[in-house]
Protein backbone atom coordinates (compact mmCIF):
# COMPACT_ATOMS: atom_id res chain seq x y z
CA UNK A 1 0.00 0.00 0.00
CA UNK A 2 0.77 3.68 -0.69
CA UNK A 3 2.13 5.70 2.27
CA UNK A 4 -0.91 6.97 3.16
CA UNK A 5 0.82 10.33 4.57
CA UNK A 6 -1.82 13.35 3.11
CA UNK A 7 -4.28 14.50 5.13
CA UNK A 8 -7.70 15.89 3.72
CA UNK A 9 -9.90 16.88 6.02
CA UNK A 10 -14.03 16.14 5.38
CA UNK A 11 -16.85 18.18 7.43
CA UNK A 12 -20.29 15.68 6.70
CA UNK A 13 -24.04 15.66 7.88
CA UNK A 14 -25.01 12.46 10.25
CA UNK A 15 -26.33 10.74 6.72
CA UNK A 16 -23.26 10.98 4.95
CA UNK A 17 -21.67 9.74 7.96
CA UNK A 18 -24.36 6.73 8.58
CA UNK A 19 -23.95 5.74 4.45
CA UNK A 20 -20.52 5.62 4.56
CA UNK A 21 -20.95 3.25 8.03
CA UNK A 22 -23.36 0.95 5.76
CA UNK A 23 -21.36 0.60 3.53
CA UNK A 24 -18.45 -0.23 5.33
CA UNK A 25 -20.50 -2.67 7.39
CA UNK A 26 -20.94 -4.49 4.30
CA UNK A 27 -17.25 -4.94 3.20
CA UNK A 28 -16.27 -8.29 4.26
CA UNK A 29 -13.00 -7.15 5.83
CA UNK A 30 -14.62 -4.14 7.61
CA UNK A 31 -12.11 -1.05 6.48
CA UNK A 32 -11.69 1.79 8.53
CA UNK A 33 -13.50 5.12 7.90
CA UNK A 34 -11.20 6.93 5.90
CA UNK A 35 -10.26 3.81 3.94
CA UNK A 36 -14.29 3.62 3.04
CA UNK A 37 -14.19 6.77 1.94
CA UNK A 38 -10.68 6.24 0.18
CA UNK A 39 -12.11 3.19 -2.07
CA UNK A 40 -15.78 5.10 -2.23
CA UNK A 41 -13.99 7.73 -4.01
CA UNK A 42 -11.58 5.63 -6.03
CA UNK A 43 -14.52 3.51 -7.18
CA UNK A 44 -16.27 6.73 -8.33
CA UNK A 45 -12.98 7.77 -10.35
CA UNK A 46 -13.32 4.21 -11.83
CA UNK A 47 -16.57 4.55 -12.87
CA UNK A 48 -16.28 8.00 -14.88
CA UNK A 49 -13.78 6.50 -17.07
CA UNK A 50 -16.38 4.39 -18.11
CA UNK A 51 -17.44 7.49 -20.41
CA UNK A 52 -13.46 7.46 -22.08
CA UNK A 53 -14.08 4.32 -24.07
CA UNK A 54 -17.27 2.94 -26.25
CA UNK A 55 -17.75 -0.85 -27.38
CA UNK A 56 -19.80 -0.78 -30.71
CA UNK A 57 -21.84 -3.94 -30.92
CA UNK A 58 -23.24 -3.61 -35.17
CA UNK A 59 -25.38 -6.79 -36.49
CA UNK A 60 -24.82 -6.62 -39.68
CA UNK A 61 -25.68 -7.96 -43.42
CA UNK A 62 -22.95 -10.90 -43.88
CA UNK A 63 -22.66 -9.74 -47.67
CA UNK A 64 -21.65 -6.34 -46.06
CA UNK A 65 -18.89 -6.44 -43.93
CA UNK A 66 -16.39 -6.67 -46.54
CA UNK A 67 -18.03 -2.96 -46.94
CA UNK A 68 -17.62 -2.10 -43.83
CA UNK A 69 -14.20 -3.66 -42.31
CA UNK A 70 -12.49 -1.32 -45.12
CA UNK A 71 -14.56 1.51 -44.12
CA UNK A 72 -12.94 1.22 -40.51
CA UNK A 73 -9.65 0.65 -41.67
CA UNK A 74 -9.80 3.72 -43.80
CA UNK A 75 -10.63 5.75 -40.73
CA UNK A 76 -7.81 4.11 -38.76
CA UNK A 77 -9.12 1.44 -36.82
CA UNK A 78 -7.05 -0.30 -34.96
CA UNK A 79 -8.88 -3.64 -33.67
CA UNK A 80 -12.27 -5.19 -34.23
CA UNK A 81 -13.58 -8.59 -33.35
CA UNK A 82 -16.37 -10.18 -35.91
CA UNK A 83 -18.80 -13.22 -35.16
CA UNK A 84 -20.89 -15.32 -37.48
CA UNK A 85 -24.57 -15.36 -35.59
CA UNK A 86 -27.93 -16.13 -36.28
CA UNK A 87 -30.78 -13.81 -34.79
CA UNK A 88 -33.88 -12.07 -35.74
CA UNK A 89 -35.76 -8.77 -35.74
CA UNK A 90 -39.06 -6.99 -35.57
CA UNK A 91 -39.89 -9.68 -39.00
CA UNK A 92 -38.89 -12.30 -37.25
CA UNK A 93 -36.57 -13.61 -39.82
CA UNK A 94 -39.28 -13.51 -42.48
CA UNK A 95 -39.17 -11.40 -45.53
CA UNK A 96 -42.61 -10.98 -45.63
CA UNK A 97 -45.01 -10.98 -42.88
CA UNK A 98 -49.41 -11.33 -43.71
CA UNK A 99 -51.09 -9.19 -40.72
CA UNK A 100 -52.98 -11.89 -38.54
CA UNK A 101 -51.43 -15.22 -39.81
CA UNK A 102 -49.24 -17.15 -38.31
CA UNK A 103 -45.98 -16.91 -38.86
CA UNK A 104 -42.60 -18.74 -38.32
CA UNK A 105 -39.56 -17.48 -36.67
CA UNK A 106 -36.36 -18.20 -38.55
CA UNK A 107 -32.96 -17.12 -37.36
CA UNK A 108 -30.84 -15.31 -40.18
CA UNK A 109 -27.35 -15.20 -40.50
CA UNK A 110 -25.59 -12.00 -39.60
CA UNK A 111 -22.30 -10.87 -38.87
CA UNK A 112 -21.62 -9.26 -35.53
CA UNK A 113 -18.96 -6.69 -34.92
CA UNK A 114 -17.51 -5.19 -32.13
CA UNK A 115 -15.38 -2.77 -31.35
CA UNK A 116 -14.25 -0.61 -28.55
CA UNK A 117 -13.00 2.87 -28.92
CA UNK A 118 -11.96 6.18 -27.22
CA UNK A 119 -15.28 8.03 -27.00
CA UNK A 120 -14.32 10.85 -29.03
CA UNK A 121 -14.45 8.47 -32.12
CA UNK A 122 -17.95 7.25 -31.29
CA UNK A 123 -20.05 9.24 -33.76
CA UNK A 124 -17.70 8.99 -36.47
CA UNK A 125 -17.49 4.98 -35.97
CA UNK A 126 -21.24 4.77 -35.81
CA UNK A 127 -21.71 6.90 -39.11
CA UNK A 128 -19.57 4.96 -40.89
CA UNK A 129 -20.92 1.56 -40.01
CA UNK A 130 -24.18 3.10 -40.46
CA UNK A 131 -23.45 4.49 -43.91
CA UNK A 132 -21.03 1.14 -45.14
CA UNK A 133 -23.61 -1.75 -43.97
CA UNK A 134 -27.14 0.10 -45.55
CA UNK A 135 -29.27 -1.34 -48.26
CA UNK A 136 -32.63 0.36 -47.13
CA UNK A 137 -34.68 -3.26 -46.95
CA UNK A 138 -35.69 -4.63 -44.10
CA UNK A 139 -32.74 -6.74 -41.79
CA UNK A 140 -30.08 -3.94 -42.71
CA UNK A 141 -29.64 -4.67 -38.34
CA UNK A 142 -28.56 -2.58 -35.67
CA UNK A 143 -25.78 -0.64 -33.43
CA UNK A 144 -25.95 -1.15 -30.10
CA UNK A 145 -23.13 1.24 -27.97
CA UNK A 146 -22.40 0.35 -24.49
CA UNK A 147 -19.64 1.91 -21.67
CA UNK A 148 -16.37 0.30 -21.10
CA UNK A 149 -14.93 0.23 -17.78
CA UNK A 150 -11.30 -1.22 -18.32
CA UNK A 151 -8.68 -2.27 -21.67
CA UNK A 152 -5.99 -3.69 -20.85
CA UNK A 153 -3.18 -4.64 -23.76
CA UNK A 154 -1.64 -8.05 -22.50
CA UNK A 155 1.74 -7.69 -24.22
CA UNK A 156 2.98 -4.03 -22.95
CA UNK A 157 0.20 -3.83 -19.67
CA UNK A 158 -1.08 -0.88 -21.67
CA UNK A 159 -4.19 0.62 -20.26
CA UNK A 160 -7.44 2.73 -21.10
CA UNK A 161 -7.77 4.44 -24.66
CA UNK A 162 -3.82 3.38 -24.75
CA UNK A 163 -4.57 -0.30 -24.78
CA UNK A 164 -6.65 -0.11 -27.81
N1 LIG B 1 -33.41 -5.89 -29.79
C1 LIG B 1 -32.43 -6.62 -30.29
N2 LIG B 1 -31.51 -7.17 -29.47
C2 LIG B 1 -30.49 -7.91 -29.96
N3 LIG B 1 -30.31 -8.15 -31.25
C3 LIG B 1 -31.19 -7.63 -32.11
C4 LIG B 1 -32.29 -6.85 -31.69
N4 LIG B 1 -32.99 -6.48 -32.79
C5 LIG B 1 -32.34 -7.00 -33.84
N5 LIG B 1 -31.27 -7.70 -33.44
C6 LIG B 1 -30.30 -8.38 -34.29
O1 LIG B 1 -30.16 -7.62 -35.48
C7 LIG B 1 -30.42 -8.43 -36.61
C8 LIG B 1 -31.07 -7.59 -37.67
O2 LIG B 1 -32.22 -7.01 -37.15
P1 LIG B 1 -33.16 -6.20 -38.13
O3 LIG B 1 -32.36 -5.24 -38.92
O4 LIG B 1 -34.03 -7.16 -38.88
O5 LIG B 1 -34.02 -5.40 -37.05
P2 LIG B 1 -35.49 -4.83 -37.25
O6 LIG B 1 -35.85 -4.17 -35.95
O7 LIG B 1 -36.37 -5.91 -37.74
O8 LIG B 1 -35.28 -3.70 -38.35
P3 LIG B 1 -35.83 -3.73 -39.88
O9 LIG B 1 -37.30 -3.42 -39.78
O10 LIG B 1 -35.02 -2.70 -40.58
O11 LIG B 1 -35.57 -5.11 -40.39
C9 LIG B 1 -31.25 -9.57 -36.08
O12 LIG B 1 -31.09 -10.73 -36.89
C10 LIG B 1 -30.68 -9.78 -34.70
O13 LIG B 1 -29.48 -10.54 -34.79
MG1 LIG C 1 -35.98 -6.90 -39.52
Avoid at 11 to 30: G, H, I, M, P, Y
Avoid at 128 to 146: A, L, N, Q, R, Y
Wanted: hydrophobic fraction near 35%; glycine fraction near 6%.
Amino acid sequence: MKKQDQRIQLVASTEFRNDVDKWRREQTDLPSHSEAIRRLVKIALRSGDSETMKMITAIIRPHKYEDVRNALIDIGIEGLSATEIRGFGRQRGQTEIYRGAEYKTTEVPKIKIEIVVPATKLDQVVNIISKSSETGKVGDGKIFVSNIDQAIRIRTGETQDDAL
